[in-house]
């Protein structure tokens, strides 16, 4: 009787979610008449007619590619870097944090602004060095990368993350290690790095999950262009579900589309969980 309501809960606003889009993923659907059961003609569409599906697919796994080493490296590396005790540190961790707690459309659309070839301010900036300016959300090759850089702005979040693993670990191993007269890098690799490798683990789970439902950076920074450069498998999913006016929604392949996502995120999160054992610390000991 106490767990009735979590499991009444998980019922209504998951499991038939669930169980619903997997039915009209199976179907012709438009939101406007019943559904015309298919079969899996939704996904034969998505595997073989469909021009713009691998080409998301692609896009997804370069942004994830690009997105998820970078956002572990800056976020490690401002975790150590908040970690040390300097004056000022607190304002340092603040303001590394706000990012996150900011507005995320209002932020993306002055990136916007400021990546922009003709008037943007990053470009004024690198005329004025001296230095050479980009095309960046313009350009079919630095569009991707563009996009990245925008939402590494949000790497605070990760840094948080790593903040609490590293002070977490044991001061009195590195002060055995320093009697030992063991350098910054051997102390990193031998004592703080196994030491966090579960929240590595975790973040390494959470960011390419959060990286493959990417949406808003290429919505409103370059809404899938330049070509299919950007269009990641979120927006394909939005266009086809919610179309501009004057186009029939195809919410039954829009829901084929969810649930090959829903299969790779599974996949990722498998394969991730299976292979944790070989760069995983535990200090648990068989008696």
């Known amino acids: 009787m106490f767990i009735a309501p979590a499991v009444i809960g998980f019922l209504v606003f998951v499991g038939y979610p669930l169980i619903r ?71 340092v961790r603040t303001l590394a944090y706000l990012p996150v707690v900011l507005p995320a459309v209002a932020t993306i659309t002055l990136w916007k602004f400021i990546l922009d070839p003709q008037v943007g301010l990053l470009n004024t900036i690198l005329d004025r060095l001296g230095l050479p300016t980009s095309l960046w959300l313009q350009g079919p090759s630095t569009s991707m990368p563009s996009v990245v850089m925008v939402m590494l702005w949000g790497v605070g979040g990760t840094m948080i993350i790593f903040l609490a693993a590293l002070q977490a670990v044991p001061t009195e191993l590195y002060e055995a290690a320093r009697v030992d007269g063991a350098g910054a890098w051997s102390v990193f690799f031998r004592i703080t790095l196994p030491m966090i490798s579960p929240i590595v683990l975790l973040q390494v789970i959470l960011q390419t999950t959060a990286a493959l439902q990417t949406f808003n950076q290429p919505k409103i920074l370059t809404n899938g262009g330049p070509g299919f450069s950007t269009k990641v498998l979120m927006l394909s999913i939005y266009e086809n579900g919610f179309p501009t006016l004057g186009r029939i929604p195809q919410l039954g392949y829009a829901s084929a589309q969810v649930w090959v996502l829903f299969v790779i995120i599974i996949a990722v999160i498998a394969l991730t969980a299976k292979f944790s054992s070989l760069w995983t610390y535990s200090d648990s000991t068989s008696d």
């Open 21 to 91: 889009s997997f039915y009209l993923a199976l179907t012709k659907y438009n939101g406007l008449t019943d559904p015309v059961f298919v079969g899996l003609g939704n996904f034969r569409r998505l595997f073989t007619t469909d021009p713009a599906f691998w080409p998301a697919l692609r896009a997804t796994g370069y942004l994830v590619l690009l997105y998820v080493p970078l956002s572990l490296v800056l976020g490690l590396a401002l975790a150590m870097f908040c970690n040390q005790r300097f004056a000022g540190v607190r304002i």
